[in-house]
């Protein structure tokens, strides 16, 4: 295994614009929000939106429908008289859109009774978004049945790519990586690995063997991580001297806000490296065959359990 200083000449000319990003998401930002039914109730009269609406997040609480607005309002632009629906629990398995369902077979326990008096005496079956948004589109999706909470920060799956300042860095870095070893056939052990600021041009490059490893944890990235914390180490101890001791102890994650650029993509074993490593983004280039960590095989990026998330691009050869 080999690392050696690198440096890209940033000037313009870039190897990097013969190259696009795609991101790789996690599952849930793709797929389209799931959607279910529920009862809603019509109020009698207006201004006991508030009333119902207490008494029902006290007695019918929806914890997994938090991202909608409980009540919506109706009439108005019909020209009726203004009142207001208002979610009062999920549908039953048999229940079907528009069915309506009398309000008192619903609210049947002694603490839902003065909502009887607020309410129409039959629900409605509604149908809603059970899933709290992640993009724009789903939102969009969302609004269209039911008024919806809009969370933040939510992604544009259309317009998240990488500023185009970034892409030519990025792209020189990738150039590098497979100059000497070619496109394909690659391990995770045989892989080459690059970690920089996706801003500036330097970088240290570590290659991997071409060989089969000493050891199965001979590879690249966690070499490059560990290369990381020496120099990390080496440089705290100094900063530590000039520091108040809180400060000096506070310390920053080893690879937060850095990017790795990879020939291929992470083993599962180094994509979870680079979780612990707090690394903010991976870029590689060849998908790995059965042991990928952020594409192939798992998407640790979407693993909920984890307490650090990064961003994944693959870049592909741009057509021509
Ligand atoms: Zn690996």
Redesign the pocket.
């Known amino acids: 295994m080999a690392a050696e200083k690198t440096e890209s000449n940033g000037n313009g000319a870039h190897a990097g614009r013969r190259w696009q990003f795609v991101r790789i998401w996690p599952g849930e930002y793709l797929s389209p929000a799931e959607e279910g039914l529920v009862l809603v109730g019509t109020l009698k009269k207006a201004q006991d939106i508030g009333k119902s609406v207490a008494l029902l997040n006290r007695v019918q609480p929806l914890p997994a429908l938090r991202h909608l607005k409980r009540v919506r309002h109706v009439g108005e632009s019909l020209g009726q008289k203004r009142t207001a629906e208002i979610i009062v629990s999920r549908a039953a398995a048999d229940h079907s859109v528009d069915q309506e369902v009398p309000t008192h077979l619903v609210l049947t326990a002694s603490e839902e009774s003065p909502l009887l008096e607020l309410l129409q005496p039959a629900l409605i079956v509604r149908r809603v978004s059970l899933t709290r948004p992640l993009t724009q589109q789903h939102v969009t999706a969302s609004q269209r049945l039911w008024p919806t909470i809009t969370p933040n920060p939510l992604v544009c799956l259309d317009t998240h790519g990488l500023p185009a300042a970034e892409e030519a860095v990025l792209g020189d870095f990738l150039e590098l990586l497979t100059e000497e070893d070619g496109e394909g056939g690659r391990t995770?052990?045989g892989?080459s690995v690059i970690i920089a600021d996706g801003r500036s041009a330097h970088c240290s490059l570590i290659r991997g063997a071409k060989s089969v490893p000493a050891s199965p944890l001979d590879?690249p990235?966690?070499h490059a991580l560990g290369m990381m914390a020496a120099s990390q180490r080496q440089s705290v101890k100094k900063e530590k001297a000039a520091l108040p001791a809180e400060e000096g102890d506070a310390g920053s994650y080893l690879c937060t806000g850095l990017t790795a650029v990879l020939a291929r993509e992470?083993?599962i074993?180094?994509a979870m490296a680079l979780v612990h490593g707090r690394i903010g983004r991976i870029v590689f280039r060849q998908a790995g065959a059965g042991?990928g960590g952020v594409l192939s095989v798992y998407k640790l990026q979407a693993l909920k359990q984890l307490n650090h998330r990064f961003t994944v691009f693959h870049a592909q050869p741009r057509p021509s």
């Open positions: 995770c052990a892989n590879h990235v966690l992470p083993c074993m180094c042991d």
